[in-house]
């Protein structure tokens, strides 16, 4: 583009311009520069979440995180967000792409609860 077509594009004086940029400094960082990799953090470690579940209560962990949790907390395990009740049986894994990674054989932290599915019910119709 020549200077003149720029000049051109440019608004007058207050009145706003769709296609100038804002000032530097005050800069809005979008999601894609601001350092995420679209995955999510862990309530307990704050990292980005290795083997990630929710809770019913809608909290997200690391599954390594939250089996520390209940074998710290084994009386009457509670959300440790929250404090709402909260068990092995009611998290829900999260799956998504490239999060296939090797876990070390040697570990002691039990594989995460599978999904639960629930078959639709014949004869149902979704509205």
């Known amino acids: ?18 296609s100038q940029c804002p000032p530097e400094g005050n800069e809005v960082p979008s999601s894609s520069t ?21 809770s019913r209560c809608g909290h997200l962990f690391c599954w390594p995180c939250l089996h520390q949790w209940f074998e710290t907390v084994r009386s009457r395990p509670s959300c440790p967000v929250c404090k709402a009740a909260i068990s ?3 998290v829900i894994p999260l799956y998504g792409r490239g999060g296939d990674h090797k876990t070390d054989p040697r570990s ?11 078959e639709p019910q014949q004869g149902s119709r979704v509205s």
């Open 108 to 118: 002691k932290i039990p594989p995460r609860p599978p999904g639960q599915r629930t």
């Open 34 to 54: 601001s350092g995420t990799t679209g995955s999510f953090e862990c309530n307990i470690c704050l990292e980005s979440a290795k083997d990630a579940v929710v």
């Open 1 to 18: 583009m020549s200077e003149s077509s720029r000049d051109n594009a440019k608004s007058e004086p207050g009145e706003p311009s769709s």
């Open 88 to 90: 092995r049986d009611s």
